[in-house]
């Protein structure tokens, strides 16, 4: 039997930078959980538990606010109301499943319309992809729902068990009623906190005031008790428990991420240049000859995802920039320049330690091909939304019987059309047939006319119509000719081709 | 076997003791997830039986607690169905069959109805589409036998033709030949007779001879001219729409056999809704009359 285990192979493609971590002690939570794995035999690689310390700086304000704007647009938005004519949902933003609708503001999609979501979905994938390319996982460390909560749930923790070095005394403490009332307030918490964001989700589908009537006394939809407990079951594991591991592990992003990525690419940077070799410094010594690293562990205790950054890029790596902010505060107490870890490039770092100045490069092959795609389709959405025809018109011909003659020898075809009035108003629609000469229609409850007729269709309403279109034998001269159904309310149009079987392959 | 168990030295696991040409076999516990999970399904189980329907005996079966039958589950959700479709069908008893087609919402409900129905009951005849067959008449286009009014149709429906009612639409194609009613030379005369009425070429001699035969025993019901008369359901021999084919075969034929086939009084089984659901339906992809 071979004694490395498989995971142990997943490790090796790293680089491993400066001095050899196989001697000292491993300093990250990450470097720790390896070090295990190469002596566990087991399925799974154990966890070490992680104890971010809490930090202050630029990039923590920034994550707070992002954290509070976050949370804020996703429990807010579906509080908001938008007016529509009667009998139309009064909410700005909902996906309507059960009316087969989607409303955002003044935009209502119908499920044939799914391409502008699909569109949206394009323009967030380029926009990511854009992003990323230029500054890095700004998505993961700042914007993702796992980063949100997870910090979410850590401010809990830290609120109730105390900040890293506490938390670690609690966990290696004996069970105590100390540690009990503590560990259990922080799930109760955590539990709340899930069921309130499974509580949030479900008032996209459903008018929320009502809903949040009916949900209290026992009236609302199984679906959404379902929801709610399935996004508390999601919401308590992954930020609660699997934190970290959903970023490594389960999600893609951080995989496809390397595509997007190069040397000019903004990233958490520790500059090797600067900081290597490291070492303890005491106060009256001097910086000449060795680097600005003096090895506190600082960007370590404050990581989220437990890693060492000074060990280079890396798949865990959400470049949140905590790390930047517990660098800058240790090199201001030893009056050191700042940005020992910085969002920069590896171009910059190959740049500096060759002694020239480092140039930032934005405008790269990528990030226009990204750019112009984005614009593009962004371009393309705006296009189709101004240019939206209020108006469906689906063209269905009878396919049994196809044709019919009648007792003077006319041939008569029947067609099912589905008029779908998009607007939020009553609609009269003229519907007239060109490519056959003298046709005549006919349908239920109208009298006959060759001119065409008037349908009305109610706001947000597909209305069927039985349409019964008859020829001359005379002008009949192909088995199959083309036709085409005109729709017109003012300046709504809609015209759709179709084909009447004229029965000339057939004789009687 | 022995009492004592043999540990395998590089895994640490015991052995069953089987040896096999100096292969020994592992005794691997189950994995412990694998167990829970098995215990979790006894638990499970035991809990189902007590909840639900599970224990056949010689009189049923044990009900379970929470007395969950999927028989009765349907009984609820056909009557949810009948009561949702209540209000529809008021409607629709209340409104003359005109109404009901000039009402797009009344109109639009009966179509609906009406399309299920004619799959379920008439297609069988009428196909699938209503364009008939040979022997079976076309409800597409704007032939009809027994007329194609919405009252005529709703009639024809309700009776019948030649169907066990009274009320039924009744009449009856002699049969010339098989009868002996005509002698054969004259029913190939008539044959020639209608062929040529029919606006086709025929043997003028035969036709000239069959005129008075025509006269006298055709006109009552096809009417002088042959242009057909729907009180009796007599088909116009005119036009181009022929109930059992319009070659000379086939004309032939029936005038020797007078076949006349007949559809069931349907409102034996349904009641007047359904039936001004299925007027409205048929007359609506009739083109109206």
Redesign the interface.
């Known amino acids: 039997?071979d004694d490395a285990p498989l995971h142990t192979v997943i490790d090796t493609r790293r680089g491993r930078s400066g001095t050899a971590d196989v001697q000292k002690p491993p300093v990250s939570a990450a470097a720790a959980s390896r070090a295990k794995a190469a002596h566990v035999t087991g399925l799974y690689k154990p966890r070490t538990p992680i104890y971010p310390k809490l930090v202050h700086g630029r990039w923590r304000m920034i994550k707070w606010a992002l954290l509070a704007v976050t949370l804020a647009v996703y429990y807010i938005t579906p509080w908001l109301r938008w007016h529509r004519p009667d009998g139309l949902p009064q909410q700005a933003v909902l996906v309507d499943f059960a009316g087969r609708r989607f409303y955002f503001a003044f935009i209502q999609l119908w499920p044939q319309e799914i391409y502008f979501v699909t569109g949206l979905m394009v323009i967030a994938a380029l926009a990511l992809f854009l992003v990323t390319a230029l500054f890095g996982r700004l998505w993961c460390g700042y914007a993702c729902p796992q980063t949100v909560w997870t910090d979410l749930f850590i401010v809990v923790e830290r609120a109730i068990e105390g900040d890293r070095n506490a938390r670690m005394k609690l966990d290696a403490a004996p069970m105590s009623w100390n540690k009990l009332w503590r560990k259990t307030s922080k799930h109760l918490v955590w539990l709340a906190i899930a069921m309130t964001t499974g509580g949030a989700w479900i008032f996209y589908f459903q008018d929320a005031p009502t809903l949040w009537r009916t949900f209290w006394i026992g009236q609302a939809p199984t679906t959404a008790y379902l929801s709610v407990a399935i996004l508390t079951f999601t919401t308590y594991s992954l930020a609660g428990m699997m934190r970290e591991q959903v970023c490594t592990y389960l999600c893609p992003w951080p995989r496809i991420q390397g595509a997007m990525l190069d040397e000019h690419s903004l990233q958490v940077t520790y500059r090797k240049d600067r900081g290597e070799p490291r070492g303890p410094h005491k106060k009256a010594e001097t910086w000449t000859g060795r680097g600005d690293c003096i090895d506190c562990n600082q960007c370590v205790i404050v990581c989220p995802m437990g890693i060492d950054i000074r060990d280079g890029a890396q798949i865990e790596c959400i470049n949140c920039g905590l790390c930047v902010d517990a660098c800058d505060e240790v090199m201001l107490k030893l009056d050191r320049p700042r940005g020992l870890i910085a969002y920069d490039t590896d171009a910059a770092v190959v740049a500096h330690s060759e002694g020239r100045k480092p140039v930032y490069k934005f405008v790269r092959a990528r990030t226009v091909y990204y750019a112009v795609t984005l614009v593009l389709v962004s371009g393309l959405m705006i296009w189709g939304l101004s240019t939206r025809v209020p108006v469906m018109l689906d063209v269905l011909r009878?396919?049994?019987?196809t044709f019919?003659?009648?007792?003077d020898?006319a041939i008569?075809n029947?067609f099912t059309l589905k008029v779908a009035n998009l607007s939020f108003r009553p609609e009269t629609y003229e519907i007239s047939l060109t490519g056959l000469a003298g046709a005549i229609l006919?349908a239920?409850?109208v009298d006959?006319t060759q001119a065409g007729l008037k349908l009305?269709v109610a706001p947000n309403q597909v209305?069927?119509l039985?349409l019964?279109v008859?020829a001359r034998p005379e002008i009949l001269t192909a088995p199959s000719l083309p036709v085409v159904f005109h729709l017109r309310a003012g300046k709504v149009k809609a015209d759709v081709a179709s084909v009447f079987l004229s029965g000339a392959a057939n004789p009687? | 076997m022995s009492g004592e168990r043999e540990t395998d030295g590089p895994t640490g696991t015991e052995t069953t003791g089987h040896e096999w040409d100096g292969i020994k076999e592992l005794d691997t516990p189950l994995p412990r997830w694998w167990l829970w999970i098995f215990y979790g399904c006894i638990a499970f189980a035991v809990i189902y039986w007590v909840l639900m329907p599970a224990w056949p005996g010689l009189h049923g079966y044990t009900p379970g607690i929470l007395h969950r039958s999927t028989r009765a589950q349907l009984a609820e959700n056909l009557g949810a169905l009948k009561a949702q479709r209540t209000l529809q069908a008021n409607q629709l008893s209340n409104a003359s069959l005109e109404t009901i087609e000039k009402d797009p919402a009344l109109q639009a409900y009966a179509l609906a109805a009406g399309q299920s129905l004619f799959g379920d009951n008439c297609a069988t005849c009428h196909g699938a589409g209503g364009g008939g067959g040979k022997g079976y008449p076309n409800l597409r286009d704007d032939i009809w036998l027994w007329g194609g009014s919405l009252e005529d149709i709703q009639r024809t429906i309700t009776y019948g033709v030649r169907a066990d009612d009274p009320k039924t639409r009744f009449s009856q194609m002699p049969a010339f030949g098989r009868d002996q009613i005509l002698p054969p030379a004259q029913v190939d005369d008539l044959t020639e007779y209608v062929v040529a009425i029919s606006h086709r070429k025929a043997n003028a001699a035969a036709v000239a001879r069959a005129a008075p035969l025509f006269q006298a025993n055709c006109s009552v019901c096809h009417g002088a001219q042959g242009q057909g008369n729907q009180q009796f359901g007599a088909p116009n021999l005119t036009d181009s729409d022929w109930l059992y084919g319009g070659d000379r075969v086939s004309i032939h034929d029936q005038i020797w056999n007078g076949r006349g086939g007949v559809m069931p009084a349907w409102g034996h089984r349904f009641d007047a809704n359904t039936i001004k659901a299925l007027t409205v339906y048929i007359h609506a992809n009739a083109g109206g009359k």
Do not use: E, F, I, Y
Not at chain 1, 404 to 407: A, E, P, Q, S
């Open positions: 039997m009878d396919r049994n019987p019919v003659r009648l007792h020898g008569r029947g006919k239920p409850g006959a009305t209305t069927p039985r019964l008859s009687q």
